[in-house]
DNA sequence: GTCCCATACCTAGACAATCTAGGTATGGAT
DNA sequence: ATCCATACCTAGATTGTCTAGGTATGGGAC
């Protein structure tokens, strides 16, 4: 895949960012890439599809707000999608937890 | 995907796997389930030709050993393969980290 | 002695996640 | 007046892995 490859984590990344507060689109982009150290550039094309699908599955819910810079969709965590964070990142952690248990047997 | 979900580390996991010695299509999967605390489960269908195209990069290389057990391909990591192994590490471990760093942000 | 199962290998096609590459619109700076 | 950053969106391509088939061998059960 490409430079950033999320591995099938985005879902994990985006419902994780939101639990840090409610945000759109772009500022969530820049918000992972921030709290990633810089390791993860998110696109566009990427991010949006994922949040129209977890809004669709009712992890996410959204709002247009209207303000001075113009128009933004606003999505905040539902509390399934809480739910759903913890069951993602337990699943990551014991994939994670996993792929040490190959690699460290091998150094 | 499926119930074992590799989630784009499979040549990782085969590189590392037979960095712990030579073995067989077969035994990497039983190997990588032990080691892996028997959280991944591989499939043939997935393991074998992901070891074809490592073969054709030159991670790995085969010979047919034709002992009583009956036909076998035995994969050997090369030089190359090495040097493959410590690049996707480093990757895995960045990504790793990147990850941590999004979900820790919010716990 | 033949039937079945575990081992061992293989491939085509399906599927799902993500990216590429476009597009639209607004507001502020130059 | 033009350009750039912000902000959102989508279709289609790409890719990795899985599903679901298949072949072949050897050993144990009956």
Known sequence: MGRSAVNGQ?????????????AH??????????????????????????????????????????DDAGRR???TLTRAGETELARRAEEWNGFAAAVRGVLGAAS
Chains 1, 2 share one sequence.
């Open 25 to 66: 689109g772009y500022a969530l982009i820049a918000r992972i890439h921030e709290r990633s150290g810089a390791r993860l550039e998110l696109q566009e094309g990427s991010v949006y599809p994922a949040l129209h699908k977890l809004e669709a599955t009712g992890c996410v819910a959204s709002r247009w707000a209207d």
């Open 73 to 75: 969709r606003v999505y």
């Open 10 to 22: 985005l879902d994990l990344l985006l419902l994780a960012s939101l639990g840090a507060g409610e």
